[in-house]
């Protein structure tokens, strides 16, 4: 019996350590194919736009563009970045109902363009760079995302005051680009003098109103940014994404993601009472690897029947219709290679759905751009 | 001339008795309390997996090679019991690397025809397998036979296929319980036997 205490400790431990991931491990490997190596999939991807004719991605400072088929096949992606005339560095892209633009520079100061045509064939045709109404830099784009959950109705741009004085003025100013976009149809966000030290990180609109998400605070404006008020909540931690619902059943309703804080995971709120109760509808704020959960991103994709949530090294994970019991990387066993990847523990920098609701897409930090199909299987771009 | 044919009446009396102690007396012959070590090298070819429902499927691992080590006990000349550790290694679409590591009780006995033995076994015990970051602990059984040409009295050498019956066993939520396979390798291996 002396002798037999070794094994049984030296057992518990091995027992105890055993981690068996989402999947059964020769099931998982059953369905595991090789994962390709495409042009992207070293790059840190930042965003994703398309028009009538193209794919556009913003990846490693630099633009690719490819044809618009199907993102299953083998086309290629173009290293287009030479066509920025000026531009350096490209930051992002968006689409806004088949307007796509650029945010590009050359490493300190940025610039917005518009492409000027959808119907190119060797390479992109960009318009001048446009100027914001107050001089200021911008940054970022944050897509307006639709009531759809998906779409994009319409385009922020961030941007960054000049310095005053040798320090950074804030983010005190958001311009609104819509549908029939040009370089003079920008409005403003600068509420009520209040100034935004921290970016606006995302946006929705339920069709009426737009809610942005920045820091701790949801504003709530008008349909041009009109009339900004904040939303009185506290979620406990910073919020990071937002996405309005509307046109389902089971899934309508405004959503938050949060941060992590501390020794805090981030959660997922949901308000069916246009944001003045919420309900988190996340049961853990870990991910089945024990990381601290920090979400990035929300996304419905076309078949509606879960909505996906990109996270801060925790890959993406599905929120089910009618049991919001999932966390990242434990509702994704099934997918194709997504657990045989090194997506559950990576950063996901967006999600995207092709305007043909076919493909969702999800852009990574050092990982290149991913692909799901209609089989829900994960492809690397 | 007559001493002459005393002895070789002699010797030609004592040749049968002497052949006949070579035949009891092989040095392949045990008694109990006889060890033996051994250690075992060669390929693994993954076969297939079979879930609950019977489906088969396959393992998608390419041909890997095993290691094991294990230490017998004679209970008598052709049956002994012992145990061992094996560790076998195969690699998965994306060049994942599969460790499974069998702790194995085993039990064999030995057909023997001197100077060769036919070990015929069977080992149970729990397997440590490892893939992409992910362990899990599966009972085993695995049935075996083999050849070994007994050197000499402390070295034997030769041949061994196993049939390695893996059970990866989940009980839900996650991973599901539909994701229980069974799982069959086929391990050919040299052997080197130390009596001792």
New interface residues.
Partial sequence: MKNTLPLVLMLSVLLGSCSPGATGMFAGLEVETKIPVGTLSKATVSSMAEDSGHFYVAGGLKLYTRSLVSLTDSATWTDSTSTITGASQVLAVASVAGHVFALAGDGSTNSVYKLTSSSWTSSPAWGTALTLSGGENPVAFVPVIGSDGRSISSLLVVAESPLINGTKGGFNKVYLFTSSATQDGLASLNPSGVKLSSPVTSAATDGTSIYLANASYLWKTGANLATPAVISYSWGQDLSTVLSVSGTTALNGLYVGTKALGTAGGSVFLSTDSGATWTSVTTNTKSAASALLCFTTLLLPKDATRIYAGTLGSGYGELRATAFLATPSTETSNTGNYDVSTLPTSVVTFLYATADGTTVCLGTNSLGLWTQGTDKTWKQQ | MKRALIVLATLALSFPALAAQDQVLTFDHRVVGDRALTIEMGPVLPLF?Q?FLGTL?????TPGGSLGLDVDFYLNDLFRLGGGIRGMAAF???G?T?FVVP?MFRTTWELKSFPWSFPVGISTG?A??S???????DPFVVPSAGVLWNMSPSWSFGLTASEWL?A?L?FGP???T????F?HLFDLSLAAVYHF
């Fill in positions: 997996t879930s499927a396959s393992t998608n691992l998965g679409p994306n994942h599969l702790l729990v440590l397998a893939y992409n970051s992910h362990a899990w602990m893996l990866d989940y996650s991973p599901a539909t994701d229980s396979r799982v």
